[in-house]
């Protein structure tokens, strides 16, 4: 009798309904060793919870009426509030050791498989410091990513991040290029604000040796250089800019790596369009039809060109300087070359003929053919930070000149738009996988006429904004 008693009172949980919801951070926690994190929980107000992870106890203060907050440094194992399990916590070391990228071009990816985006290559000779590994990749934190194990190798604890020194900084005039001498080639990563019209350079690895800096203190396009430290043996270089951030080029010469910001075109407000290069590619061609319509078999390739086309028209005729990637059924790149050289080929276009805007027309399909038939929506992708303003200012008009309800624009890694050099987007008009769509777009002499008008109000719309 005594015995079932205590077993009633012992052995059977009692279970409490879960009161505690969780703001941030996002659980299953992984985090480097020791590192610190932000708690916010909402629940009933006017308590005071409790906090427990396999190593410690905090106590939540109530930042507002059911709002609880706190720091905590996240050990392996489970992260409870008040008895309620919150989730778990698997902690790494900060670093792995020093990686050395031994490929031509490493390809730097936003997780640890092939799916993930691609990022910026990373050349031969660069050393990374490796914080993480999963299955194939190492992740990085500067540059920031993954790359595959067997494009490199990591070197043993005692190597270092280089030999790489900042000696020398020069901005030459009048093409505005930084050169930045540093005795040997080593990791770095841009950072863009186009809202204040910033670059910075991050060196990890390189300290700085710059006492005096060589460059022009009133150079025509940039004012002062900065130097920071990176970390504990880095560097970070800040380039402001005087005029609106464009894109830049970015090159190794030797032990020197020469940093060129795309001058901004100039822009006369009354004709915004007169004498801008732009480069305006119809997606797909040749032995690639894009997607194909489900009733009317529309093949994407020549819809493109329709609206390609009459995006050439109407921008020449506002007097810019247009170059077409394709103006025919054909694939960009020669016959004989390899599959993968026709999205570059695409992007050579633009880079051979100095274009300063890349416009990229598609139509859209899904993956799965049901969503895709009922799908609909104008969709502007962008790479780099100066992109997402043109994708942004594109996605609305053309929404409204080709009876669209639905437009966004999104950040995604394609290869065409990646480069950093100009602003480049690819417009998705509108889904030709839904039928619906497809015998608007089809029976509707007008909409190539339409779709170009809408992109072409976009690309004004940005050449004149904040000049
Ligand atoms: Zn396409």
């Not at 690895?205 to 504990?232: C, D, K, W």
């Not at 995006?311 to 810019?320: E, I, P």
Request: hydrophobic letters at 40%; charged letters at 20%; aromatic letters at 8%.
């Amino acid at each position: 009798m005594k015995k079932t008693l205590l077993f009633i009172l012992l052995g059977v949980p009692v279970w409490a309904e879960p009161i505690w919801t969780v703001v941030s951070p996002q659980f299953p926690l992984d985090t480097p060793e020791g590192q610190w994190v932000e708690l916010e929980v909402s629940g009933p107000a006017g308590r005071h919870p409790s906090l427990q992870t396999a190593r410690t106890t905090t106590s939540l203060a109530e930042a507002r009426a059911g709002v609880y907050r706190t720091r905590f440094q996240p050990a392996v194992g489970d992260v409870t509030l008040d008895g309620q399990m919150l989730g778990s916590c698997r902690t790494h070391s900060g670093s792995l050791g020093v990686f050395e990228v031994t490929k031509e071009n490493a390809v730097l990816r936003t997780g640890p498989t092939s799916d993930y985006d691609r990022l910026t290559p990373v050349t031969r000779g660069v050393r990374l410091e490796a914080v993480e590994r999963q299955g194939d990749y190492y992740r990085f934190h500067t540059p920031s990513g993954w790359l595959r194990l067997s494009e490199g190798m990591l070197l043993g604890p005692e190597a270092s991040l280089g030999n790489g020194l900042l000696t020398v900084i020069r901005v030459s005039e009048p093409d505005n290029i930084v050169r930045l001498t540093m005795g040997s080639p080593c990791a770095w990563q841009v950072r863009q604000d186009v809202e204040n019209r910033k670059f910075w350079l991050d060196l990890p690895g390189v300290p700085s040796a710059t006492f005096h800096t060589a460059y022009a203190q009133n150079s025509q396009a940039i004012p002062a250089i900065r130097l920071h430290p990176l970390g504990e043996n880095g560097t970070t270089v800040e380039i402001p800019l005087r005029q609106r951030l464009w894109g830049y080029r970015l090159a190794w010469k030797g032990d020197t790596l020469e940093f060129a910001p795309t001058p901004a075109p100039r822009i006369d407000p009354k004709y915004p369009l007169r004498g801008v290069r732009i480069t305006v590619d119809a997606g797909h061609g040749g032995e690639d039809s894009g997607t194909v319509g489900l009733d009317l078999h529309v093949k994407e390739k020549d819809l493109n060109l329709s609206v390609a086309r009459a995006l050439r028209d109407q921008l020449k005729k506002a007097g810019a300087i247009v170059t077409m990637t394709r103006d025919g059924d054909h694939q960009v790149a020669p016959e004989s070359a390899p599959a993968e050289a026709e999205l570059q080929s695409r992007v050579d276009v633009a880079l051979r003929s100095r274009a300063q805007l890349f416009v990229s027309v598609h139509h859209n399909a899904r993956p799965d053919v049901q969503d895709g038939r009922v799908s609909h929506g104008a969709h502007i992708y962008y790479y780099q930070p100066a992109s997402r303003g043109l994708a942004q200012a594109i996605a609305a008009p053309l929404a409204r000149a080709i009876g669209e309800p639905s437009y966004q624009h999104f950040w995604r890694s394609f290869a065409v738009i990646r480069q950093p050099e100009m602003p480049a987007v690819l417009v998705e008009c509108n889904f030709l996988s839904n039928p619906g769509l497809e015998k608007g777009m089809l029976h509707d002499r007008a909409y190539p006429q339409k779709a170009a008008r809408g992109i072409f109000e976009g690309v004004t719309r940005f050449l004149v904004r904040d000049m």
